[in-house]
Protein backbone atom coordinates (compact mmCIF):
# COMPACT_ATOMS: atom_id res chain seq x y z
CA UNK A 1 0.00 0.00 0.00
CA UNK A 2 2.89 2.56 1.05
CA UNK A 3 4.39 2.31 -2.84
CA UNK A 4 1.01 2.58 -3.91
CA UNK A 5 0.96 6.29 -1.60
CA UNK A 6 4.40 7.38 -2.62
CA UNK A 7 3.77 7.41 -6.22
CA UNK A 8 0.81 9.01 -6.13
CA UNK A 9 1.91 11.72 -3.18
CA UNK A 10 4.72 13.20 -5.65
CA UNK A 11 2.36 15.25 -6.67
CA UNK A 12 0.63 16.12 -3.47
CA UNK A 13 -2.37 16.41 -4.69
CA UNK A 14 -5.82 16.38 -3.96
CA UNK A 15 -8.68 15.27 -6.05
CA UNK A 16 -12.15 15.65 -6.97
CA UNK A 17 -14.07 13.01 -9.39
CA UNK A 18 -16.51 11.77 -11.32
CA UNK A 19 -17.88 8.15 -10.91
CA UNK A 20 -20.51 5.81 -12.01
CA UNK A 21 -23.15 4.06 -10.15
CA UNK A 22 -21.59 0.23 -10.94
CA UNK A 23 -24.34 -0.68 -12.44
CA UNK A 24 -24.18 0.85 -16.34
CA UNK A 25 -24.75 -1.73 -18.95
CA UNK A 26 -22.05 0.23 -20.82
CA UNK A 27 -19.22 -0.23 -18.12
CA UNK A 28 -17.42 -3.05 -19.43
CA UNK A 29 -18.63 -2.18 -23.50
CA UNK A 30 -14.75 -1.95 -24.55
CA UNK A 31 -16.17 0.54 -27.17
CA UNK A 32 -17.81 2.80 -25.06
CA UNK A 33 -16.49 6.23 -24.58
CA UNK A 34 -15.77 7.15 -20.68
CA UNK A 35 -18.66 9.14 -20.35
CA UNK A 36 -21.25 6.39 -21.18
CA UNK A 37 -19.08 3.73 -19.35
CA UNK A 38 -20.01 5.88 -16.22
CA UNK A 39 -23.25 7.04 -17.43
CA UNK A 40 -21.83 10.67 -17.47
CA UNK A 41 -22.61 11.10 -13.68
CA UNK A 42 -20.62 13.34 -10.97
CA UNK A 43 -20.26 11.59 -7.83
CA UNK A 44 -19.28 14.28 -5.12
CA UNK A 45 -19.37 14.61 -1.99
CA UNK A 46 -21.00 16.89 0.64
CA UNK A 47 -22.98 20.05 -0.76
CA UNK A 48 -21.71 22.91 1.14
CA UNK A 49 -17.78 21.58 0.55
CA UNK A 50 -16.32 23.97 -1.19
CA UNK A 51 -14.26 20.98 -3.71
CA UNK A 52 -18.36 20.63 -5.28
CA UNK A 53 -18.12 24.37 -6.38
CA UNK A 54 -15.24 23.68 -7.50
CA UNK A 55 -16.39 20.80 -9.70
CA UNK A 56 -18.97 23.06 -10.95
CA UNK A 57 -16.68 25.27 -12.33
CA UNK A 58 -14.70 22.72 -13.87
CA UNK A 59 -18.00 21.55 -15.85
CA UNK A 60 -18.22 24.73 -16.80
CA UNK A 61 -14.91 26.21 -17.95
CA UNK A 62 -14.33 22.11 -20.10
CA UNK A 63 -17.59 22.30 -21.81
CA UNK A 64 -19.42 19.06 -19.53
CA UNK A 65 -22.08 20.80 -18.43
CA UNK A 66 -24.70 19.59 -20.87
CA UNK A 67 -23.96 16.11 -20.53
CA UNK A 68 -22.33 15.37 -17.19
CA UNK A 69 -24.72 15.34 -13.60
CA UNK A 70 -22.86 16.62 -10.65
CA UNK A 71 -24.46 14.32 -7.70
CA UNK A 72 -24.02 15.54 -4.45
CA UNK A 73 -22.98 12.27 -1.85
CA UNK A 74 -20.44 12.20 0.94
CA UNK A 75 -16.97 11.23 1.39
CA UNK A 76 -18.45 7.87 3.08
CA UNK A 77 -20.74 7.40 0.00
CA UNK A 78 -18.14 8.41 -2.25
CA UNK A 79 -15.55 6.08 -1.00
CA UNK A 80 -17.68 2.94 -0.97
CA UNK A 81 -18.35 3.86 -4.60
CA UNK A 82 -14.86 3.77 -5.03
CA UNK A 83 -14.39 0.40 -3.53
CA UNK A 84 -16.89 -1.62 -5.00
CA UNK A 85 -16.09 -0.63 -8.53
CA UNK A 86 -12.75 -1.52 -7.87
CA UNK A 87 -13.49 -4.90 -6.92
CA UNK A 88 -15.13 -5.38 -9.84
CA UNK A 89 -12.52 -3.44 -11.89
CA UNK A 90 -15.39 -1.27 -13.15
CA UNK A 91 -14.48 2.32 -14.61
CA UNK A 92 -15.01 4.87 -11.93
CA UNK A 93 -13.90 8.73 -11.07
CA UNK A 94 -14.38 9.39 -7.55
CA UNK A 95 -14.20 12.31 -5.23
CA UNK A 96 -11.46 12.14 -3.14
CA UNK A 97 -8.30 14.90 -1.58
CA UNK A 98 -5.06 14.41 -0.16
CA UNK A 99 -5.01 13.75 2.60
CA UNK A 100 -6.74 10.89 2.36
CA UNK A 101 -6.65 7.09 3.28
CA UNK A 102 -7.65 6.01 -0.29
CA UNK A 103 -3.52 6.72 -1.40
CA UNK A 104 -2.67 4.01 0.75
CA UNK A 105 -5.48 1.38 0.16
CA UNK A 106 -5.64 1.85 -3.85
CA UNK A 107 -3.89 2.04 -6.53
CA UNK A 108 -5.19 5.47 -8.29
CA UNK A 109 -4.15 8.09 -10.51
CA UNK A 110 -4.76 12.02 -11.18
CA UNK A 111 -6.02 13.65 -14.07
CA UNK A 112 -4.19 16.59 -15.57
CA UNK A 113 -6.36 20.10 -15.25
CA UNK A 114 -4.41 21.75 -17.73
CA UNK A 115 -6.79 24.47 -17.30
CA UNK A 116 -5.58 24.89 -13.84
CA UNK A 117 -9.34 25.11 -12.60
CA UNK A 118 -8.77 23.48 -9.29
CA UNK A 119 -5.51 26.09 -8.61
CA UNK A 120 -2.31 24.21 -6.63
CA UNK A 121 -1.56 23.04 -3.82
CA UNK A 122 -3.81 24.36 -0.70
CA UNK A 123 -2.91 24.42 3.00
CA UNK A 124 -5.11 23.67 5.94
CA UNK A 125 -4.76 26.47 8.42
CA UNK A 126 -5.55 26.64 12.27
CA UNK A 127 -8.13 29.19 13.22
CA UNK A 128 -9.08 30.15 16.69
CA UNK A 129 -11.86 32.13 18.73
CA UNK A 130 -10.70 35.59 19.95
CA UNK A 131 -9.80 35.90 22.81
CA UNK A 132 -8.68 32.35 23.49
CA UNK A 133 -5.00 33.47 23.74
CA UNK A 134 -5.88 35.64 27.20
CA UNK A 135 -8.30 32.57 28.18
CA UNK A 136 -6.78 29.61 27.78
CA UNK A 137 -2.92 30.63 26.98
CA UNK A 138 -1.74 26.97 27.12
CA UNK A 139 -4.51 26.11 24.50
CA UNK A 140 -3.63 28.66 21.82
CA UNK A 141 0.64 28.17 22.09
CA UNK A 142 -0.78 24.77 21.07
CA UNK A 143 -3.02 25.74 18.34
CA UNK A 144 -0.45 28.12 17.67
CA UNK A 145 2.84 25.16 17.16
CA UNK A 146 0.66 22.64 16.04
CA UNK A 147 2.34 21.46 12.25
CA UNK A 148 2.81 18.47 10.78
CA UNK A 149 2.83 16.94 7.03
CA UNK A 150 0.24 14.77 5.46
CA UNK A 151 2.23 11.40 5.99
CA UNK A 152 1.56 12.15 9.37
CA UNK A 153 -1.82 12.76 9.06
CA UNK A 154 -2.41 9.63 6.21
CA UNK A 155 -0.93 7.70 8.89
CA UNK A 156 -3.64 7.99 11.66
CA UNK A 157 -6.36 8.10 8.69
CA UNK A 158 -5.87 5.00 7.31
CA UNK A 159 -5.86 3.51 10.81
CA UNK A 160 -9.08 4.87 11.23
CA UNK A 161 -10.54 3.51 8.36
CA UNK A 162 -9.09 0.18 9.03
CA UNK A 163 -11.53 0.14 12.35
CA UNK A 164 -9.19 1.61 14.83
CA UNK A 165 -11.29 3.25 17.40
CA UNK A 166 -10.14 7.10 16.73
CA UNK A 167 -8.96 8.14 20.33
CA UNK A 168 -6.55 4.99 20.17
CA UNK A 169 -5.43 6.23 16.87
CA UNK A 170 -4.51 9.40 17.80
CA UNK A 171 -2.71 7.80 21.09
CA UNK A 172 -0.70 5.22 18.65
CA UNK A 173 0.37 8.24 16.62
CA UNK A 174 1.31 10.73 19.09
CA UNK A 175 3.54 7.52 20.86
CA UNK A 176 5.41 7.13 17.96
CA UNK A 177 6.12 10.96 17.59
CA UNK A 178 6.97 12.51 20.55
CA UNK A 179 9.76 14.73 19.20
CA UNK A 180 6.99 16.55 16.83
CA UNK A 181 4.38 16.78 20.08
CA UNK A 182 7.00 17.49 21.91
CA UNK A 183 7.58 20.94 20.21
CA UNK A 184 3.63 21.37 19.90
CA UNK A 185 3.57 21.78 23.59
CA UNK A 186 6.77 23.31 24.24
CA UNK A 187 6.08 26.45 26.19
CA UNK A 188 2.20 25.75 27.10
CA UNK A 189 0.87 26.29 30.55
CA UNK A 190 -1.43 23.25 31.57
CA UNK A 191 -5.16 23.76 31.01
CA UNK A 192 -6.18 22.55 34.75
CA UNK A 193 -9.50 20.39 33.36
CA UNK A 194 -10.43 24.27 31.08
CA UNK A 195 -12.92 22.47 28.49
CA UNK A 196 -11.88 23.13 24.90
CA UNK A 197 -14.21 23.19 21.81
CA UNK A 198 -12.95 21.54 18.84
CA UNK A 199 -15.52 21.86 15.82
CA UNK A 200 -14.93 19.71 12.75
CA UNK A 201 -16.28 18.23 9.38
CA UNK A 202 -16.80 14.36 8.91
CA UNK A 203 -14.20 14.05 6.01
CA UNK A 204 -11.29 11.59 7.65
CA UNK A 205 -8.64 14.22 7.20
CA UNK A 206 -10.43 16.27 9.87
CA UNK A 207 -11.45 13.55 12.18
CA UNK A 208 -8.29 12.45 12.35
CA UNK A 209 -6.18 15.64 12.88
CA UNK A 210 -9.24 16.51 15.35
CA UNK A 211 -8.53 13.60 17.05
CA UNK A 212 -5.13 14.07 17.73
CA UNK A 213 -5.21 17.42 18.77
CA UNK A 214 -7.60 16.20 21.30
CA UNK A 215 -5.39 13.48 22.40
CA UNK A 216 -2.67 16.03 22.81
CA UNK A 217 -4.38 18.45 24.96
CA UNK A 218 -5.98 16.20 27.06
CA UNK A 219 -3.20 14.06 27.95
CA UNK A 220 0.04 16.20 27.90
CA UNK A 221 -1.82 19.84 29.03
CA UNK A 222 -4.42 18.92 31.32
CA UNK A 223 -7.41 20.25 28.94
CA UNK A 224 -10.82 18.95 28.39
CA UNK A 225 -11.61 18.84 24.46
CA UNK A 226 -15.39 18.65 23.68
CA UNK A 227 -15.44 17.84 19.73
CA UNK A 228 -18.33 18.75 17.48
CA UNK A 229 -19.29 17.42 14.37
CA UNK A 230 -20.50 20.26 12.48
CA UNK A 231 -20.72 21.25 8.46
CA UNK A 232 -18.43 23.73 6.93
CA UNK A 233 -20.57 26.78 7.27
CA UNK A 234 -21.16 26.32 11.04
CA UNK A 235 -17.45 25.34 11.46
CA UNK A 236 -16.62 28.65 10.60
CA UNK A 237 -19.47 30.32 12.05
CA UNK A 238 -19.39 28.76 15.87
CA UNK A 239 -15.43 30.31 15.67
CA UNK A 240 -16.71 33.44 14.64
CA UNK A 241 -18.90 33.84 16.96
CA UNK A 242 -16.88 32.44 19.92
CA UNK A 243 -19.50 29.61 20.90
CA UNK A 244 -16.08 26.92 19.52
CA UNK A 245 -12.72 27.59 20.74
CA UNK A 246 -9.99 26.29 17.67
CA UNK A 247 -10.54 24.56 14.54
CA UNK A 248 -7.64 23.02 12.58
CA UNK A 249 -9.58 21.78 9.62
CA UNK A 250 -9.53 25.42 7.22
CA UNK A 251 -8.48 24.51 3.54
CA UNK A 252 -7.26 27.48 1.77
CA UNK A 253 -7.25 29.51 0.21
CA UNK A 254 -9.31 27.54 -2.43
CA UNK A 255 -11.97 25.00 -0.97
CA UNK A 256 -13.32 26.69 2.20
CA UNK A 257 -12.86 30.67 0.82
CA UNK A 258 -16.25 31.68 1.03
CA UNK A 259 -16.64 30.79 4.43
CA UNK A 260 -13.61 32.35 5.16
CA UNK A 261 -14.15 35.66 3.47
CA UNK A 262 -17.58 35.68 5.17
CA UNK A 263 -16.26 35.53 8.89
CA UNK A 264 -13.05 37.21 8.00
CA UNK A 265 -11.62 39.78 11.10
CA UNK A 266 -14.39 37.77 13.72
CA UNK A 267 -11.50 34.89 14.26
CA UNK A 268 -7.46 34.59 14.86
CA UNK A 269 -5.75 32.78 11.83
CA UNK A 270 -2.57 31.07 13.35
CA UNK A 271 -1.73 30.09 10.03
CA UNK A 272 -0.95 27.07 7.99
CA UNK A 273 -0.45 23.61 10.03
CA UNK A 274 -0.21 21.21 6.93
CA UNK A 275 0.88 21.92 3.45
CA UNK A 276 0.35 19.99 0.26
CA UNK A 277 -3.06 19.86 -0.04
CA UNK A 278 -4.68 20.02 -3.87
CA UNK A 279 -8.01 19.31 -5.56
CA UNK A 280 -8.29 17.45 -8.82
CA UNK A 281 -9.38 14.57 -10.57
CA UNK A 282 -8.92 10.95 -10.21
CA UNK A 283 -9.29 7.43 -11.51
CA UNK A 284 -8.19 4.02 -10.64
CA UNK A 285 -5.11 3.12 -12.42
CA UNK A 286 -6.59 0.63 -15.20
CA UNK A 287 -8.45 3.84 -16.84
CA UNK A 288 -7.72 4.46 -20.20
CA UNK A 289 -7.95 8.50 -19.32
CA UNK A 290 -5.51 10.62 -18.33
CA UNK A 291 -6.71 14.11 -18.33
CA UNK A 292 -10.42 16.16 -17.19
CA UNK A 293 -10.00 17.03 -21.44
CA UNK A 294 -10.91 13.32 -22.13
CA UNK A 295 -13.76 13.31 -20.55
CA UNK A 296 -14.89 16.20 -23.25
CA UNK A 297 -13.30 14.60 -26.26
CA UNK A 298 -15.02 10.71 -24.88
CA UNK A 299 -18.41 11.95 -25.63
Known amino acids: MLKKFL ?7 LSIGLTACGGSEN ?4 NASVGEKVDHEIIGIDPGAGIMGQTKNVLSEYGLEENWELKESSGAAMTAELDGAINKEEPIIVTGWIPHW ?4 YDLKMLDDPKEVYGGEENINTLVRKGLKEDMPGAYTFFDQFKWKPDHLQEVMLNIEEGMDE ?8 ENNEDLVNSWIEG ?5 GATVKVPYVAWADVIASSNVVKYVLENKLDYSVELMQ ?4 PMFASIADGSADAMVGAWLPSTHADYYEKYEGDFEDLGVNLTGTRNGLVVPSYMDIDSIEDLKEAE
Open 167 to 174: QKAAKEWV
Open 230 to 233: VEPG
Open 27 to 30: SNNE
Open 102 to 105: KFFE
Open 7 to 13: GITSALT
Open 188 to 192: AEPGN
